[in-house]
Each structure stands twice: as structure tokens, then as C-alpha cells.
């Protein structure tokens, strides 16, 4: 821990008011390029930062990036929501006894949520400190908010530690949030008050109050993963392995358990940590990562489906490409969404409507045997094998809630070139279920890989509304304005 030159840390005075003049003279030399370096290691650290990014310490206030009905539809969305309930039950007895302020912000220090008493919330309205305004150390300096962000660990930042002279009245701490399955941070969870009101033991408070979160979080990802070594646990044998699409080891070699891979988006070779080489196939909501082996005898054999996209449709049967020709991967399809079975006569219905024929379904029936063999069964005609496909994988995260997931394993629509009416019926079935949950549920995460990832590249309304969450400031905002632009004009 850093120290000051000539008495203790804040964290551990009994009266850190005793230290404001010292850090007062300290702030002003530093500011001016004459710093001594008595200030605490992360707080002259943060301060450096600051002065790279050109914070003026003469700002009146942290900069308003969201209007507050941007506020309330950002905050549906953000994995923090859901927690809000127990963070309030374990810091509003503070903040109300003691006139402190709660705020929970996103992964870039914008304020989501703030609450506390009447006062201490008018004091704060005054410097931003509410919904709607950015915490960031690149916009307000050293703070309790975007410091933690930065560092990734608790901080109390006392009077004239803030850069910006404004916020030398208040005192803060802060600690930030880390999504255990991505290991992104998604948020930090502060606790602030005018200097005479903040104990520096409150950062001991807030740190313990963003662990739980954490833990909470743990606990809903373990659920996740039981469910997924559950349904796709069985296809790994020998040294492959089962990874999320967040690159998490969840089952395979005793190794590689609790590690992380770096999986291509759509599947593919891959170099593992120790050099070797594997081949990562797309299976629903994850990767089988493994050397192609071929099936256990006591093992149904896997077909493996990519149905959504422009792309050309592609199967795997045990990890071995299988030619996929258009009637073929709509066949497929049906019997995917039918696991008991069709008739010839239902087939060919679906397939051609009025004017199919079962005889034209048994010649094309035969030659995708051929190419399958016997996991393709007749009277019903239906797979005899363990079936997974990315429509499966999509239609299970939207009837989940896990929209953003459902967007990145969504690539497109189902069978685009396809005119057989029942696929046609399918595909805007899901077509309209996704973009419904994306532009109400997605937030900004599920909107932009909505737009840019295919099913939405032309989704006007989903442009906007993007737009409309993203903060100017960020790189997005102006490819998204542009795009919007374009359509409005009647580009491509």
C-alpha cells in the first residue's frame, strides 16, 4: 500500500479531515507538474491517467450521456437489474442513516441507478452524481467509480484525491463488478457522500456488497453450465472438450477443466494454449473442441446443423462434412422441428404445398441417405441420431430470455433461399420473435449484433434505437448514424 509523506493513509486516520490540507497542496502541485509523489501510489496513478486524457479539473459536472428515458431502457437490459434488490437491502441502511448516495453504473461509469436521502441527492444533482451521467476516469478524473473501473479492485477516493476541484467537498468508494462467465467487468457499485459523512471503511462495504453480486452471478452460470454439460456433455470423449461460446472449458480432458480457449465465432481450428491443434465445431450454444474421432459404439451419432445465414447449409454427422444440397437442408429441417416423424404426404406438403407428391419425397428421401445413412429413417420419415442445429439453439435462448446469446448464435435467417412454405413460415416465425425480444430486451450488446451480424443490417427502428442507447462519445454512435442515414436516403 502507498503512503503519505508524513502521515497515514485515509483509509486508516481516524480523522481524514486532518489530511485535507495535506492533499490539497499535493492535488494543486500535481496539477501544475510539481508533484512531490506524496499522494498514494493509485491515486497519483489515476491522476497521470487523467492528465492524459485532458480532464479539466475546472468542470462544473460529470457529463450527461443518457436522457432519462434512455436511462430506463438501458437499464432493463443490463445484467445488474435483476441484483438491484439485494444491493438496496444491503447499503440503504446506510445511505440513510448516514445521508450517502448508492450508485450502480454500467461496465463505462455511466450512473443507472442512484438512490438516497432527499439532501445528499440534491448535492449530488448539482455535480451529475445521478442517472444518466458518465463517471468515467477520462471524463471526470480520479472518482469512486471510474478509478475501481480502471484498476479492478475497491477504491476510497477522499476530498482533493478527485482531479476535478468541484468533487473536493465529496468522498466515495467504489468496486466494480466482473462477470465470471465472460470475466468482462459489467458495472461498479459506489457509495458517496460529502467528506464529513464517508467513512473509509466503506470501501470494505461496498467491496463485500459487489462480491456477493458476483457470487449471485457465479451461481446462475453454474446453473448454465449443469444445463449444457447436461445436454451436450455426452458428445465429448477421448480429449475433446465442451466450451461456452465465451471460450469457458466446462467439461473434457481433467486438464483443460476450469481454463479458457479462444474459439473462432463460427467454429473452426483453433491453437489450444499448449500448441496444440483442435478443430471447434458449433453445436447449438457451444463448441465441441476435439480431434475427429470416430463415435463410440454405444453412442447415437451427433449431426450437427448450420442452418441460419447466407451462408451455404452445412452438417457434420460425428464431425464428418456431409454435402448439404437446398432440399436436402429443408428436408432436414422439418424433421428437426417434427422429432416423431413425418409422413411422405406431410413432407411433401410442407415441401411443396398443394402440389407435392410423396414419390418426389422418397426419390429425394433416398439420396439424402445416402449421404446420411441410417440416421435418416422411414414410416415416419425421421433422424434416428442426437440433433443439434443453430435454429434449435435460437428458438431455446429466446424462450430463455437470453436474448444477446440468441443474436450471436443467430447469423441470419433460416434457409433464405428457400420457398418451401412451411420453412418460409418458420423463418419469419423466428424472424419476428428475435427482432421483437431484440428491440425490447437486447440493449446494447443484443442491438448492435442484431445489426451488424445480418438479420437486422437493414432494421431501421433497430438502428435507431441503437442510436439512441449508444453515448456519443462512443466509437459505435457515428457508424450507426451513418448506416440509419443510408437507409433513410434509400441506399443499400
Known sequence: MGQYSSAPLPHLHREPADLLPLLSEEHARTQDGRGRGGARPVIRESWERARAAGVDPGVRAAPLVFDRDVVADVRGTHPLDRHLPMLRGLLRSVADEAEHLIVVTDELGRALWTEGPPGVRRRADEVGLTEGFCWAENAVGTNGIGTPLVTGRPEYVYSAEHVVSVLHRWSCAGAPVTDPDSGRVLGCVDVSATLDRLHPATVALVGATARLVEERLADRMRAADDRLRERYGRYVGGDGLLVTATGRVLAGAARWRGRRVEVPASGGRLVLPDGGLALAEPVGEVF????????????????????????????????????????????????????????????????????????????????????LGGVVRARPYR???????????????????????????????????????????ERDELAVRLRRQVLTRGGIAGLWDYVTGGPGRDDLEALERLHALLPPDDPRHAAVAARAATLLAGGD
Open 288 to 371: 465441441l473442441v476435439r480431434h475427429v474421432e470416430p463415435p463410440a459404439p454405444d453412442r447415437r451419432p451427433l449431426l450437427a446443423l448450420t442452418l441460419l445465414g447466407d451462408a451455404a447449409p452445412a452438417a457434420r454427422l460425428d464431425g464428418r462434412p456431409v454435402p448439404l444440397s437446398l432440399r436436402h437442408a429443408e428436408i432436414l429441417v422439418l424433421l428437426v422441428l417434427h422429432p416423431h416423424g413425418l409422413t411422405g404426404e406431410r413432407l411433401a406438403w410442407h415441401l411443396y404445398g398443394e402440389e407435392g407428391s410423396p414419390v418426389t419425397v422418397r426419390a429425394e428421401i433416398h439420396r439424402l441417405r445416402s449421404a
Open 383 to 425: 433422424l434416428d441420431c442426437e440433433v443439434e442445429a443453430d435454429l434449435l439453439a435460437v428458438r431455446r435462448l429466446l424462450e430463455a430470455g437470453e436474448v444477446a446469446a440468441a443474436v450471436r448464435v443467430c447469423r441470419g435467417e433460416l434457409l433464405p433461399r428457400s420457398d418451401a412454405p412451411a420453412i418460409r413460415a
